[in-house]
């Protein structure tokens, strides 16, 4: 709670921001005391990396205005916000990897000695109480590229400390960090808060909001569902009001494990950059969900199913028969596919058309003696577009003129025309707006109907809850628990990402 | 324009260009619209086109191809020093000997740069010069000569109507645009232009594709070395040089993007017109050969300023790139 003797120091009112005609922000007001943690909760896309955004005044907004200490502030940029007192740790690490620690912190704020030169000395000091501020002992002159994402994320922190704000933001800070490391990013945020600092703490995480904030905001769709202080908030009110409705209205019935339905896959290897050995199967039609913290090396997990993951002595089993998948050709051979996160960068051809976007993977399919059956594609490709509702003027039409969601199916759409056994998908919702989402979770169901064997990599808790049979958590580059049924919990999953006890071979029929 | 028409929008513009210029230069030069002077700019058109083509399916995969000039010339010097050149029965071989050897140094420039993962500038600039030292060790001055007979390939005309340059040009961009729209390669090939990555992971077979594509380049390139020993009855081991800034022009100006992805060969011939249409209106205008070379650059910098924008090009492209604004 905040103190009563405790001013105001961020007021927002009114806020709106439209992009494009879509309404990101509609009319939003905020605020933050000295000395409070202030948890912001939403679902992807409800508008808190906007709001956000805009007290850091990288987006001006249409219309409402903003208050610091009482007086009204007009920012021009994230330059002119950070002079009035606003610092910002960024949830994707804003780091220069090819650039000292030393050099990240005092990057922007470059303190000058004689002559109008960089005074290294100065740096020097300002690094120091930085550094010992956060309780880290760094060399300041390595490389920011030789840390791991846990000391970077310290150093993150350690460069906005040096602009020495009042108000912080933290969008997202523990998504990269274990337990303990949480431990001590929490103790950093204690103090800031005893200093008589405003935090703004935005984190999916929703045990961790109800930790650490005195007060929190739910956002949802652009608007503030509720703002109240921490004493009137429990886990399940919380959900409840940030997804606004049950999760039976938005996941399809799951089917459940069945121990009779025969295997499908067997997975068995070891990731390189973890050393630990993985093993387990997949059902025919079971969708099973692979969560636990970032960075434990579900990605590697998910790719090596492709052949682009560092894993050693894979091998891999379909249908009880070695299969070799030392690349996606191989791999596609045996029926695997694999939707990655990221679909700007491995997703979709941005300048190439619908059509050959979805063709993508299927061409020799749809082609005799090298050349391509372009009526046969043509009509695959239409009956895809209108299964999956995506939303084009024209099958030329260049991908990148699509949203977010339309790319998205043109990634899932050409995967199905492919027809896997076996399809891996990482993140396949994020980014995408919730109607969009819901057809997403009914198709995952439908290929799992059909008898393929469907894994999911997502950090989303409510997909690993709502729409998985089995659940794997994976924690240092192996699997802590393997949940089924009633025991697929967020307690459960989240007692087994920071657990220290591996099990092995779980669920493995060899 | 809609969608449909997207390769009009792409490659409309060229041809207006060229047309425009085509009828300025015969007003201003009576002669230039006769059926001679036409036959004439075909017969000097067809090396642009095949090495605009060759050029063109190497940028659209988003690499590029510096020595397709040292290929021409090899494959010109080996067309006019082989043992058999002076008797007329061996025409197959003169023709199959230089442009295989085209295609098997376009593989070789292909297979070095998907196996060592090289930028394709370097190993075909490096391979290049290589080639060109093995040209002038083959030949070390213009010389050499060709059968009897193969100047008609060149000057000949079909069914005494049709001059045989003009069937290459037609053949040669009807099989090529075949080639990138309907075929299993040509989809590859706009495919690692449009991402590398995706399309490996689509498991489109990236490596195998760009050593064909290579391939195919060093073969065009051979072709064009033999069209010019036919042409010029002799061999120069240094004739390709022009050719390499030529065919990276024409394939720009043709509307291919250098970022690869976008593009196709329905421009090639437009450009490969206004290319030389350009040439020869600054030799008519006895514009000195140092100029030549300063205009040449800059039209290739505001080929790029109109093509850099995804879509086609786009006058009003130029003025915006260099910060002029208010023009469509």
């Known amino acids: ?510 | 324009m809609t969608e449909k028409y997207k390769n009009l929008q792409l490659f409309l513009p060229v041809y207006i260009i060229f047309l425009l210029i085509y009828v300025v230069a015969s007003f201003i030069e009576p002669t230039f619209f006769t059926w001679n002077n036409n036959v004439n700019l075909f017969t000097r058109i067809t090396p642009l086109v095949l090495i605009g083509i060759a050029q063109t399916f190497v940028i659209l995969t988003g690499g590029i191809d510096l020595s397709v000039g040292s290929v021409i010339g090899l494959a010109n010097v080996i067309a006019v020093s082989l043992p058999f050149v002076g008797t007329p029965g061996n025409v197959i071989l003169w023709f199959l000997v230089p442009t295989l050897i085209g295609l098997a140094v376009g593989l070789i420039n292909g297979f070095i740069i998907t196996r060592g993962g090289f930028p394709p500038l370097i190993v075909t600039l490096a391979m290049g010069v290589v080639w060109q030292g093995v040209s002038l060790f083959i030949l070390s001055e213009p010389g050499g000569k060709v059968a009897r007979g193969v100047s008609l390939y060149v000057t000949g005309k079909l069914f005494n109507f049709l001059p045989v340059p003009l069937l290459i040009i037609i053949l040669a961009i009807v099989v090529f645009q075949l080639v990138l729209r309907r075929t299993a390669f040509g989809r590859s090939v706009y495919a690692i232009g449009g991402n590398e990555t995706i399309a490996s992971e689509s498991g489109i077979p990236c490596n195998r594709t760009k050593i064909w594509v290579y391939g195919l380049s060093g073969f065009l390139a051979g072709l064009v070395g033999l069209y010019l020993s036919a042409w010029m009855s002799s061999g120069d081991p240094l004739i390709g040089d022009p050719y390499v800034l030529n065919s990276i022009a024409i394939a720009v100006i043709g509307g291919t993007s250098l970022a690869g992805g976008t593009g196709g060969v329905l421009g090639i011939l437009g450009g490969a017109y206004i290319w030389q249409l350009l040439n020869n209106i600054l030799n008519l205008m006895a514009v000195s050969m140092f100029y030549q070379y300063i205009a040449k650059g800059l039209i290739i910098i505001i080929a790029l300023a109109a093509t850099a924008s995804a879509g086609g090009i786009r006058i009003g492209a130029i003025f915006r790139k260099f910060g002029i604004k208010g023009v469509k």
């Not at chain 1, 009482?70 to 910002?88: I, L, M, N, P």
């Open chain 1, 1 to 510: 709670m905040p103190e009563k003797s405790s001013s105001l120091l961020l007021e927002m009112r009114g806020i709106v921001k439209t992009f494009d005609g879509t309404c990101a922000v509609k009319g939003v007001d905020f605020s933050c005391f000295r000395g409070e943690i202030h948890g912001l909760v939403g679902e992807n896309g409800a508008g808190k990396s906007t709001l956000m955004k805009i007290i850091a005044g990288i987006h001006s907004p249409d219309s409402g205005k903003i208050f610091i200490n009482g007086k009204e502030c007009k920012f021009a940029g994230y330059s002119q916000a950070r002079k009035a007192g606003v610092g910002v740790v960024y949830q994707e690490l804003s780091l220069l990897p090819e650039l000292t620690v030393g050099e990240n912190i005092v990057l922007g704020v470059w303190p000058r000695g004689a002559g109008g030169l960089i005074s290294w000395s100065k740096i020097r000091t300002i690094m120091k109480t930085v550094l010992e501020g956060i309780g880290v002992e760094i060399d300041p002159d390595i490389l920011v590229s030789s840390l791991p994402v846990a000391i970077r994320q310290k150093v993150e922190i350690g460069k906005v400390l040096a602009q020495e704000p009042e108000l912080f933001i933290f969008d997202e800070p523990t998504a990269p960090l274990s337990r303990d490391e949480v431990a001590v990013l929490f103790k950093i945020l204690h103090d800031l808060k005893k200093r008589g600092k405003g935090i703004i703490f935005i984190s999916h995480r929703i045990d961790e909001v109800l930790l650490i904030s005195d007060r929190i905001t739910v956002m949802k769709d652009g608007q503030v569902v509720v703002t109240d202080s921490i004493s009137e908030f429990n886990y399940q009110k919380l959900i409840s009001s940030m997804i606004g409705r049950t999760m039976s209205e938005i996941f399809p019935a799951k089917r459940g494990v069945n121990p009779n339905v025969k295997v499908l896959l067997t997975f068995d290897g070891i990731l390189r950059q973890f050393g630990k050995r993985i093993a387990f199967s997949v059902r025919e039609g079971e969708v099973t969900g692979i969560g636990g913290l970032q960075g434990q090396g579900q990605i590697e997990l998910c790719k090596s199913f492709f052949g682009i993951g560092e894993c050693d002595r894979l091998k891999l089993l379909i249908n009880n028969s070695p299969v070799s998948n030392k690349n996606p050709i191989q791999a596609m051979r045996h029926g695997i596919a694999y939707i990655p996160e990221n679909r700007n960068e491995e997703g979709v051809f941005l300048i190439l058309s619908v059509l050959e976007n979805l063709a993508a993977n299927t061409i020799n399919r749809h082609s005799r003696m090298g050349f391509i059956k372009l009526k046969e594609e043509r009509s695959v490709v239409q009956n895809m577009i209108e299964r999956l509702s995506i939303q084009i003027s024209s099958v030329h039409q260049a991908a990148q003129s699509l949203s977010g969601g339309n790319m998205q199916k043109l990634v899932i759409g050409k995967w199905l025309i492919f027809n896997p056994r076996v399809i891996v998908l990482v993140e396949p919702t994020k980014g995408v707006d919730i109607a969009t989402k819901q057809q997403i979770y009914i198709l995952i169901r439908q290929l799992a109907d059909n008898g393929v064997a469907v894994i999911v990599n997502t950090s989303d808790m409510l997909e690993l809850i709502g729409m998985c049979d089995r659940v794997m958590v994976m924690n240092r580059g192996t699997i802590t628990a393997c949940l089924e049924g009633e025991k697929i919990t967020e307690g459960k999953i989240m007692e087994a990402s920071v657990s220290r006890e591996d099990i092995l071979e779980t669920g493995v029929v060899i």
